[in-house]
């Protein structure tokens, strides 16, 4: 180990890992109104993406929170068991 490797730790055990990039502009001329592209990555090693354009902040809640919710739901399946 070398004095700049000091403190560092990696974490080499595979975690699951989710992705969410969420892009939100005003359209011309600006209202209340707001649209969002919304990138949905469950796990990051699998590569699989969703993309979504919604045009309201309720439904970028409901986005983020499905996202979320299978997100958990998969890493709760990735999970081996406990015997």
Known sequence: MT???EGV????VMEPMGLLI???W??????DEVRARIIRVIEVSRKDRLVTVVQ???S???VVHEWLQDFLA?????RPSPD
């Open 3 to 5: 004095p700049s490797d």
């Open 9 to 12: 730790h990696v974490n080499h």
């Open 22 to 24: 969420v892009r939100i």
């Open 26 to 31: 005003r359209e011309d001329p600006p209202t």
């Open 56 to 58: 309201s902040a309720p």
């Open 60 to 62: 970028i809640e409901a």
């Open 74 to 78: 998969a890493s709760r399946a990735d």
